[in-house]
Each structure stands twice: as structure tokens, then as C-alpha cells.
């Protein structure tokens, strides 16, 4: 008999815990179906975007990696034509796109560490679109770099792995002698890349 009460007892009990786990897997904000994957360009406005894919022609001649290869270097120029101009300022445009404000997103990247903890953990980074952006190259516009704070740290193996990053976008200025991000992103979870 106590056997049977047992039986139908825990059964009961476990049909019941089961349920409460639906029910709270659904109320999860965090779910994965939450969060919208999204393209880098997606954060940048239009006609920024329109003018970094139409940069000027004298960039051609430029040798990559010499001294006219970089963003000060460029800015220090008297621009006349206005192509120019217009892809001066998206290289450093912290324009945004408002809508993106408190949205959860799902977005590939590569991390830049800025702080680490004692266990060597990246605890404050910069995610951006490309590996070696703001270490062996000008960074990216402050619009395609997210700024992260993540106290758990994460332990970062080799700089050119890339990541899987989720979490609530935030229009936030932060500054860094690495690079300037217009976003900030509130991590919930993050993973090494894989399609």
C-alpha cells in the first residue's frame, strides 16, 4: 500500500514540477527565441553605411599598414570633396539607430579586452565585427562597436576566435584609448561560433 501512495504521490508530484518548469521556461525573458540575430549594419544608420561603401578613390593609392593608413592621419586632411567628407565622418559617426534601445539581440563578434580580472578574464571589451579591429588596425565607427561589462569574465584563448554574443542592446557612449562604441550590450550569454 505504501508502495502504490508512493508511486502515485512522486508521479503526481513529478507531473506537477515538470509543469512549473514549462511554465517557467516560458516566462524566461531570456529565452533564445527572444532574441533577434541581427547583422552588424543593422546597427549603423543608412547613409553612413551608403558612405563607407563608397569611400574615396585616393584611398586606392594608399599602402595599407603606412602612415597615411589610419584614421587620424585622414582626419588631419583639408577635405574639399564631399564624398570625402561624407566618409570622414561615418569612420568616427556615433549615430545610432534608436529602435535597437532596450532590444534583445543575438549578434556574431570578436572580443577586445579592455579590463581582466585576477583569473585573467576579459571582465571589460569591446565586441566588434572584425578580428584585429581597434588592436592591428583603425577600429571600426563607434556605431559597430559594443561595449561590454561582464563581472563573471570571460576567459578569451586567442583573440581571433569569434563569438556568439546575446543580450539587451543599450545606446551608450564609452570611450577607451582602444576605441570609442556608441552601443553598449547587457550580456546574458555568449558562445564560440559555430553556423
Given at each position: 500500500m505504501f508502495?502504490?501512495?508512493?508511486?502515485?504521490?512522486?508521479?503526481?508530484?513529478?507531473?506537477?514540477?515538470a509543469a512549473l518548469l514549462v511554465l517557467i521556461s516560458l516566462l524566461n525573458p531570456t529565452?533564445?527565441?527572444?532574441?533577434?540575430?541581427?547583422?552588424?549594419?543593422?546597427?549603423m544608420p543608412e547613409d553612413?553605411?551608403?558612405?563607407?561603401?563608397?569611400?574615396?578613390?585616393?584611398?586606392?593609392?594608399?599602402?595599407?599598414?603606412?602612415?597615411?593608413?589610419?584614421?587620424?592621419?585622414?582626419?588631419?586632411?583639408?577635405?574639399?570633396?564631399?564624398?570625402?567628407?561624407?566618409?570622414?565622418?561615418?569612420?568616427?559617426s556615433t549615430r545610432v539607430i534608436e529602435a535597437f534601445d532596450g532590444k534583445a539581440i543575438r549578434i556574431p563578434g570578436f572580443i577586445v579586452p579592455l579590463e581582466q580580472n585576477d583569473e585573467q578574464k576579459a571582465?571589460?571589451?569591446?565586441?566588434?565585427?572584425?578580428?584585429?579591429?581597434?588592436l592591428h588596425m583603425p577600429p571600426p565607427p563607434p556605431n559597430q562597436i559594443l561595449y561590454v561589462e561582464y563581472k563573471e569574465g570571460i576567459?578569451?584563448?586567442?583573440?581571433?576566435?569569434?563569438?556568439?554574443?546575446?543580450?539587451?542592446?543599450k545606446i551608450d557612449n564609452h570611450e577607451s584609448a582602444l576605441g570609442s562604441s556608441a552601443y553598449s550590450l547587457v550580456l546574458d550569454s555568449f558562445a564560440l561560433y559555430e553556423e
Open positions: 508502495v502504490k501512495f508512493f508511486a502515485a504521490h512522486f508521479s503526481v508530484k513529478s507531473g506537477f514540477i529565452q533564445a527565441a527572444d532574441y533577434e540575430e541581427i547583422d552588424w549594419v543593422a546597427l553612413d553605411l551608403s558612405a563607407l561603401l563608397n569611400r574615396p578613390e585616393f584611398l586606392n593609392d594608399i599602402a595599407d599598414g603606412s602612415a597615411a593608413d589610419s584614421v587620424d592621419d585622414f582626419a588631419s586632411k583639408q577635405l574639399e570633396d564631399e564624398q570625402a567628407q561624407r566618409y570622414q565622418q561615418a569612420l568616427v571582465t571589460a571589451f569591446f565586441v566588434v565585427p572584425y578580428f584585429g579591429a581597434c576567459a578569451v584563448e586567442n583573440l581571433y576566435d569569434p563569438y556568439w554574443f546575446e543580450g539587451t542592446v
